[in-house]
């Protein structure tokens, strides 16, 4: 894969970790954390915006606090891995309200979705109204999350050495 942020340095990361820990930061404040000048750092954040490097920002939502205290982890395997199939599943499931997260995956499943829901009694909806509703599906796994350990957006791996 072709990396295309050849030109990024180590101040760029550093200033990406901050954008990262805190999206709103002045760019005076992440300025002085990179040891750069605001006019510095606004103009390096305003090219990481240009070239993709960094995609947007976004609140962050306690869903637990919204009301939507559970999570399931929906396996789905289709009847076939034809084009046209895996087309139509994923035109499908992007309409799903519930469903926050979606990838096509190795193994013996073929996508692994994250479905969020206010009790087992709203994920028996979701299951008949919106999974089981899905085109092409031959098989619905679903596992529900105990304890969330960390969720990060970002790999800490990507800032080693910045």
Not at 125 to 142: C, G, N, Q, W
Request: with cysteine.
């Amino acid at each position: 894969m072709e990396n295309h942020f050849e030109a990024i340095d180590q101040t760029d990361l550093r200033i990406m970790r901050e954008l990262t820990l805190q999206g709103r930061a002045s760019d005076v404040t992440i300025g002085e954390r990179v040891h750069l000048s605001s006019t510095a750092a606004a103009r390096r954040r305003k090219i990481l915006e240009e070239n993709g490097a960094v995609k947007g920002y976004t609140a962050e939502l306690d869903l637990n606090r919204l009301g939507y205290g559970i999570v399931a982890i929906v396996s789905i395997e289709l009847r076939s891995q034809a084009e046209h199939v895996l087309n139509e599943f994923e035109a499908a499931v992007i309409r799903c309200p519930s469903m926050t997260y979606c990838s096509f995956v190795s193994g013996d499943t073929d996508f692994m979705m994250m479905v969020h829901v206010r009790s087992f009694e709203d994920y028996d909806r979701v299951y008949r109204s919106e999974l089981s509703t899905l085109p092409h599906v031959a098989k619905i796994r679903s596992s529900f999350v105990m304890r969330e350990v960390t969720q990060r957006g970002v790999p800490p791996v990507v800032f080693y050495g910045a």
